[in-house]
Nanobody, 123 residues
Framework: QVQLVESGGGLVQPGGSLRLSCEASGSTFSLNGVAWYRQGSTNEDGLVGYITPSGRTHYADSVKGRFTISRDNAKNTVFLQMNNLKPDDTSVYYC?????????????????WGRGTRVTVAF
């Protein structure tokens, strides 16, 4: 089973940027999609976006144009670049490997959840 460790969170002012990392153990990482989720106290909880094994990405409407997901399979790492952060982005961010259908739907979450990394957007 893949173990996932999220990092890179912190306190940032509105309009600022952060880059989160999701580092995974296991040789099958590059074969799977990876999704970012967030859970906090705002109305924006849930799926942030995902990246497929081939590098295709999908984003929630609330983060389109501001967040970018990328992956470095050689380092077993997926990144979430977050720009123009807003207070509503305040949350704990989690990643997980996922199975994605041909129509772009996440059909399964494959591994245990990590501890997440906390992002706080405030003055």
């Amino acid at each position: 089973q893949v173990q996932l460790v999220e990092s890179g969170g912190g306190l940032v002012q509105p309009g600022g940027s952060l880059r989160l990392s999701c580092e995974a153990s296991g040789s099958t990482f590059s074969l799977n999609g990876v999704a970012w989720y967030r859970q906090g106290s705002t109305n924006e909880d849930g799926l942030v976006g995902y990246i497929t094994p081939s590098g295709r990405t999908h984003y929630a409407d609330s983060v389109k144009g501001r967040f970018t997901i990328s992956r470095d399979n050689a380092k077993n790492t997926v990144f979430l670049q977050m720009n123009n952060l807003k207070p509503d982005d305040t949350s704990v961010y989690y990643c997980n490997t996922v199975r994605i259908s041909d129509t772009g739907i996440i059909t399964a979450v494959l591994d245990s959840w990590g501890r997440g990394t906390r992002v706080t957007v405030a003055f």
